[in-house]
């Protein structure tokens, strides 16, 4: 009987990967001392991932790691991943990486004979002590295969290999390519391993994009979702969902809209601070004019502001805006203002909102603006964008960030069923419509909802004119 004396209840040892999102998702990153298969096609990041641990490893957490290649030469890798500031070269130089070529032709086996892993093991012993590693790296497992006609044998030398690895503790990541109906072409490497991360590349609608699942992590908790992820260049990041405990902060301090008769309608003091706002209308009602204003009351109050725009460019924004007597120019030039453009269409999804994270993190605002996530929906069905938005919105809601959306509706009634499944994601909800009275089109505005806000169910007509805007009640 085995001995399990020493075996107590705790919580499974992690390694950090340092690759943003994923230690988020299996709750700390890798199964330390333990062996970690990630499977993939072609281009679908398997490589990038596991030299994104060593170097992580090497760099942040002082443990250097050891990558044994079996398809590319040190050099290629080094030049793959030097524009996403890997210095492989440095790291090698400093003893914190080691990065060992082996080139196996099934023809040269057959040559020589009986064919098993015991000069892997030998290189490997050598390249482990020699920097002294914690971590390792095998990409990719199938070119070990090649010599295996048996697959008894093959599983025997297999485990022997991760066994291997277990005794000296080493935290391995093996790389392995998809099989058409299995994980990897080979269907062993999944069972023997304890975690599972299959990366995926797909193309729809002539957009790609790349999802990551962790499809067993034994011993541990772990996301079971898929979470798209990005490769660009500051390297790989997943983007899971920020907080799934809804347990954000919950400010008292109130915001203005930068309109008062507008604060006026939300009982008289604006939003409250870190809301999520939709400010919704047809086309013409005068929806980015709002949120300009909104955008330069933040200014004025010296909050930083973000203002994303996916329909215009800065400067012919800042132009048109002066025509109701907002000069957002003035504070772009003092810093307080950062207008971001980009074409809905130039991106996917997941990488309009991974640089929409990067630019909130590097920037802290107190404020944003998204002008306007209609223009998102020709990368996405809703649902997608549904998604995309929540990630978002809980993102800045844990930074107590104030954050105004605009949106295009259609015409007629179904604006609220064209709207209810981001709609249920904001804090209050603003409706801008044109309607046609005395033969003239005239602009109305409404308030349909702002949580824990005593707000007006009057419908206000609205001018804007060169001092702003001008609210009149509606007739009847």
């Known amino acids: ?131 002294g590693a914690k971590r390792v790296v095998l990409d990719t497992i199938e070119s070990l295969f090649g010599g295996f006609s048996n697959e008894g044998v093959l599983r025997a030398e297999l485990r022997r290999l991760l066994r291997w690895l277990k005794q000296r503790d080493l935290t391995t990541v093996i790389t392995g390519e998809r099989g058409s109906e299995t994980l990897t072409r080979q269907g062993l490497e999944e069972y023997v391993t304890d975690a599972v991360i299959l990366l995926d590349h797909r193309v729809r609608d ?70 999520t706002v939709l400010l919704s209308g047809t086309a013409g009602t005068g929806k980015t004019s709002l949120a300009a204003t909104f955008a330069d009351a933040a200014c004025r109050r010296g909050e930083k502001c973000i203002y994303f725009l996916l329909e215009e460019s800065p400067k012919q924004m800042m132009r048109n805006m002066r025509s109701i007597g907002i000069d957002l120019r003035q504070w772009s030039e003092s810093g307080l203002l950062h ?35 209609s223009d998102l929906l020709s990368l996405g069905g809703q649902a997608e964008v549904q998604a995309m938005l929540t990630r978002l919105i809980d993102y800045l809601k844990t930074r107590a960030v104030t954050v105004l959306f605009s949106s295009l509706s259609p015409g007629g009634s179904e604006f609220q069923e064209s709207h209810a499944g981001v709609s249920s994601l904001m804090d209050a909800w603003i409706l801008v419509k044109l309607e046609l009275a005395g033969g003239e089109r005239h602009r109305e505005i409404s308030v349909l909802k702002a949580r824990g806000i005593a707000h007006s169910s009057r419908v206000y007509d609205f001018k804007m004119t060169e001092r702003g805007f001008q609210f009149t009640a509606a007739k009847g």
């Open 1 to 131: 009987m085995s001995d399990l004396s020493d075996v107590a209840p705790s919580v499974l040892a992690k390694v950090p990967s340092g690759i943003n999102g994923l230690d988020e998702i299996t709750g700390g990153g890798l199964p330390a001392g333990r062996p970690t298969l990630v499977c993939g096609g072609p281009g679908s990041g398997k490589t990038l991932v596991g030299l994104s641990f060593l170097v992580n490893g090497a760099r942040r957490f002082g443990e250097p790691g050891v990558l044994i290649s079996f398809e590319e030469s040190t050099r290629d890798l080094a030049c793959d991943v030097a524009s996403l500031g890997f210095d492989v070269p440095g790291l090698i130089a400093a003893g914190k990486l080691f990065v060992d070529y082996i080139h196996i032709d099934r023809n040269e086996i057959e040559e020589t004979g009986e064919y098993d892993l015991e000069g892997l093991f030998v290189r490997l012993e050598c390249a482990v002590r020699q920097v």
């Open 206 to 275: 002539e957009l790609s994009t790349r999802r990551l699942r962790i499809v067993k992590y034994r011993g541990s908790f772990h996301g079971t979702n898929e979470y798209p992820f990005l490769i660009d260049e500051q390297g790989l990041s997943v983007l899971p969902v920020t907080s799934l405990r809804l347990d954000h902060p919950a400010p008292m301090e109130r915001v203005s809209t930068g309109v008062p008769p507008l604060d006026a309608m939300l009982g008289g003091l604006g939003f409250y601070k870190g809301s």
């Open 339 to 373: 207008m971001l453009a980009e074409r809905p269409s130039r991106f996917g999804l997941e990488a309009h909102l991974a640089a929409m994270y990067r630019a909130i993190d590097e920037l802290s605002p107190e404020t944003v603006v998204v002008d306007s996530i």
